[in-house]
């Protein structure tokens, strides 16, 4: 099926740094999808992206669809210490779930 | 208050041993999903259900099954078949189909340990 691949796969960053985590896929995807997983928690959605060159943002946090539609990116300007968890993509699979990536754990220290 | 209920929050199997993890929502959305988490893995499908009486086969199925006679429960049973169960699972839900864009709501996780 439909597999997305993130990296990194740790980040470790000091309080007040950036940080991006890119998601790629071989196959064009009709959208994609970012969540977030606190140490210890589930997954939350964050956003979704579907047009091509999208670009979208939350606060600190920016999301970016490629022209492509076959990557997408999220930066967090300036982390603070309530961004510590684990990033995922996922995007649509052969059927009509969603394949995840492997994720992007992030720690930040202050 | 709405939401997915998962249960039990740790479960501990023997060996050759059955056991069924629950997955409740009252949310009235028509898909669900089990996934499972390993450390450094991120989340693998195991089965998802677009409609009640209906399921289909992620990409790790195998020792695994599941049922769907009610629209607001999924529960799945790890078999004896599955080698390695120990992990985290993971259930969800979504209005529609998550590959149509709909987002996942997740439960709070049921931890699998073998003895």
């Known amino acids: 099926g439909q597999q997305v691949m993130q990296i990194p796969q740790y980040q470790h960053v000091q309080e007040g740094e950036d940080f991006t985590t890119y998601c790629n896929s071989s196959?064009?995807?009709?959208?994609i999808q970012w969540y977030k997983q606190r140490p210890g928690g589930h997954p939350v959605f964050l956003i979704q992206l579907v047009k091509s060159g999208e670009v979208k943002k939350q606060k600190r946090l920016t999301f970016q669809f490629g022209e492509a539609k076959k990557n997408s990116s999220l930066h967090i300007t300036a982390t603070q210490t309530t961004d510590v968890g684990t990033y995922f993509c996922?995007?649509?699979?052969?059927?009509?779930?969603?394949?995840f990536g492997k994720g992007t754990s992030l720690l930040v220290t202050p | 208050d709405g939401g997915i209920t998962q249960s039990p929050k740790y479960l501990f199997r023997k060996e050759g041993q059955n056991v069924t993890l629950s997955c409740e929502q009252n949310l009235n959305h028509d898909a669900m999903y089990w996934y499972r988490q390993d450390p450094g893995q991120g989340l693998r499908l195991i089965y998802y259900s677009q409609i009640v009486n209906d399921f289909q086969k992620g990409d790790i199925a195998e020792g695994y099954s599941v049922s769907r006679e009610k629209k607001e429960s999924f529960p799945l049973t790890v078999t004896s078949a599955q080698k390695n169960p120990t992990a985290f699972y993971l259930c969800?839900?979504?209005?529609?189909?998550?590959?149509?864009?709909?987002?996942?709501?997740f439960g709070s996780g049921t931890q699998l340990s073998v003895l």
């Open positions: 196959t064009t995807l009709s959208n």
């Open positions: 996922a995007g649509p699979n052969s059927g009509y779930a969603l394949n």
């Open positions: 969800a839900s979504s209005i529609g189909p998550g590959s149509a864009g709909e987002k996942l709501f």
